[in-house]
């Protein structure tokens, strides 16, 4: 039958009612399907792909019904388009006992692009379809310029038209149990993990909660919200001054925690209704989610804010809860002396200010691990022990138990792990990310290598390559269509050699990007970062993320037989630890992937040593031939 109005997909029934269908109700259908998801007709080559993909498939399922006719009732669908992901469409879905997601490719070669997006596809509905969750999903690429192919890719099965019914003459193919039942299937739920920028807006757009994710409940998110809500009507209640630590590893959730306990806050429902606010000193976050929220009141620049209201000014602001994102980077007394022309450090300008306001407060300090790459930012959480010990005001203080220990100045300290976020949200899946990126800057090959085959098997993927046009082939494959998609050019500040491949990372190029348009903006559109025309620094980038990141590596940091090395300190330069600075930046770089990465690394002698570096701890190599992207299997030897 035809997919109604309100059903995610273009046409879907038996494979007996498909054969019998003709063409052009089939056409008109899936262009209907297209206009209501795309608002836009579909474009001529779009036509073409579905006209061939009609005739390839009544061919082949014709006579796959010759052998097995029993599968004539299995159900077909069209177009399916992944709920809250616009743009995402399989190709073709045939639920029997199993579930196979067929993606058509007008191609005569694999390319790693089309491989990795319908293993996705099949990896997205296995982990967050809930009317997939219990079966077997069997990714398969068709390539329609390709015959009596038959390859077994480590995550897909790749195949030529002629071949689609060795699928199912397989006795991998589970045939026993119930069939799905299509209608069920078809409007369950699906909660993909959205990304920061989309679960900020569907807070505000849609005025309700995030809907149920099970990564971002395994991983304790509901539950440090719960918490801190708790806190601060106990601050209120009693009339107190407390100071909540939420540390985490990149990609954990922090900054997502901070802008949920702010939406929390508006809720017409609320005790606290109003009284909170959003403060980083991460200048691209505030602009990209003031962008994204269109607002200016519940996410506000950090620096703007104590400028207002710290030091010796007596103005005082009406929220009761700040919420300081990145809290570790808070600049010490000599950077605000600098700056704004008062010897106070930021923690010890926060606990000034709350306690002139001579009233209850929360204040929530978000801390990252690993990633100071500012001056003054290299002192971390002593500086708020050393701020807290000079208070005039008994403050309680909420925390891990892993750093209660950092606190002696306080004699209340009320230890909870539920403020601890272990476990990283960014990479969709692979939970070993994090833990991977510190054991390559750490040098211990060995150990990445190890978590590099389980982020593969995972589902996120690891390339590298000395072609920065393989790089962008690649992106554009995989994500061609999707709406919803951001990849883009991402490259260390203190990278001076790029420039001659059209990355320009100095100040005057970076500068002017317009970093609210550039994660915001849709793929077609000029400014966006799948334009790949501007490349964003680390310190533009930093608690952002793309779902697959071009990594630009630079001389800036250099693997030397066995130690990783950065250039000489300048005279000039004012940071601590200089050397410490160029591999925090490449940890927040590595890390602001959701599905992966690609590292491109120029092809010069001096660069030689890091490539193979990067390859020797897991990651696969992309390649040209003949124009087409193409994955080199295996890696070298640690």
């Known amino acids: 039958m035809d997919a109604p109005q309100n059903v995610p997909c273009g046409w879907s029934g038996s494979i007996h009612t498909f054969l019998s269908l003709p063409k052009a109700d089939w056409h008109t259908a899936l262009q209907e399907h297209h206009q209501r998801c795309m608002n836009c007709p579909a474009d001529q080559s779009q036509l073409l792909a579905w006209d061939h993909e009609f005739d390839l498939l009544t061919k082949e399922l014709k006579q796959l019904l010759q052998v097995k006719p029993a599968l004539g009732i299995y159900t077909i669908i069209f177009e399916y388009e992944l709920p809250r992901e616009r743009g995402r469409r399989p190709d073709v879905i045939i639920l029997g006992h199993s579930i196979f997601v067929l993606e058509f490719k007008d191609y005569a070669k694999i390319l790693q692009a089309h491989v990795d997006q319908v293993s996705a596809y099949a990896r997205d509905l296995k982990h967050y379809h809930a009317g997939s969750q219990q079966s077997t999903v069997i990714p398969i690429l068709v390539l329609a310029r390709t015959k009596d192919l038959f390859e077994l890719d480590d995550d897909a099965t790749i195949l030529s038209p002629d071949r689609i019914a060795d699928i199912f003459k397989s006795e991998s193919v589970v045939e026993t149990g119930t069939l799905i039942e299509p209608d069920t299937w078809i409007n369950s739920d699906y909660s993909p993990l959205p990304s920061l920028i989309q679960a900020a807006r569907r807070l505000w757009d849609d005025k309700t909660q995030l809907p149920r994710i099970r990564r971002a409940e395994s991983a304790g998110i509901p539950q440090t919200i719960k918490e801190l809500i708790r806190i601060a009507r106990v601050a209120k209640q009693d009339n107190e001054l407390h100071l909540a630590f939420v540390t985490g590893v990149p990609g954990a959730g922090k900054t997502l925690v901070g802008i949920q306990l702010v939406y929390e806050n508006q809720l017409d429902a609320s005790d ?367």
């Open 272 to 638: 606290l209704k109003n009284n909170a606010v959003f403060l980083s000193g991460n200048g691209p976050l505030v602009k990209v989610l003031q962008h994204a929220l269109k607002n200016k009141s519940f996410v506000q620049d950090v620096h703007g804010f104590l400028k207002e209201y710290g030091g010796s000014k007596t103005k005082i602001p009406h929220e009761h809860i700040w919420i300081y994102d990145e809290a570790q980077r808070a600049w010490d007394a000599d950077r605000v002396q600098e700056k704004r022309g008062h010897p106070t450090s930021e923690p010890e300008d926060f606990l000034q200010l709350a306690e002139r306001k001579n009233t209850w407060g929360l204040m929530v300090a978000l801390i990252g691990e690993g990633q100071e790459i500012h001056l003054g930012e290299e002192t971390g959480l002593p500086q708020w022990n050393t701020s807290l010990s000079v208070m005039e005001k008994p403050w309680i203080v909420h925390c891990p138990e892993k750093i209660a220990q950092q606190f002696p100045a306080i004699s209340k300290i009320e230890p909870c792990n539920f403020l601890d976020l272990t476990v990283s949200l960014r990479s969709h899946i692979a939970e070993n990310v994090t833990q991977w990126v510190k054991a390559l800057l750490d040098g211990d090959f060995v150990t990445a290598k190890t978590l590099a085959e389980q982020m593969y098997s995972q589902g996120f993927d690891m390339y590298v390559t000395n072609d920065i046009n393989v790089a962008a082939q690649y992106v554009k494959e995989r994500y061609n269509g999707d709406e919803d998609a951001r990849f883009g050019l991402m490259a260390s500040s203190k990278a001076k050699n790029l420039g001659i491949y059209g990355i320009n990372t100095d100040w005057n190029c970076t500068r002017n990007i317009r970093v609210g348009q550039w994660y915001n903006d849709p793929p077609n559109s000029f400014s966006s970062c799948c334009s790949l025309r501007e490349v964003v620094t680390e310190f533009s980038c930093q608690g952002l993320e793309l779902d697959f990141p071009i990594i630009c590596w630079g001389n800036d940091l250099l693997w030397d037989e066995d130690h990783w090395k950065s250039p000489k300190r300048s005279r000039l330069n004012k940071a601590k630890d200089p050397h410490q600075l160029r591999v925090n930046s490449y940890r927040v770089l590595l890390t602001r992937g959701r599905d992966g990465f690609i590292v491109f690394v120029p092809n010069e002698v001096v660069m030689k040593d890091t490539y193979n570096a990067l390859r020797s701890v897991g990651v696969k190599e992309l390649k040209t031939e003949n124009g087409i992207t193409i994955i080199e299997r295996g890696s070298i030897e640690v």
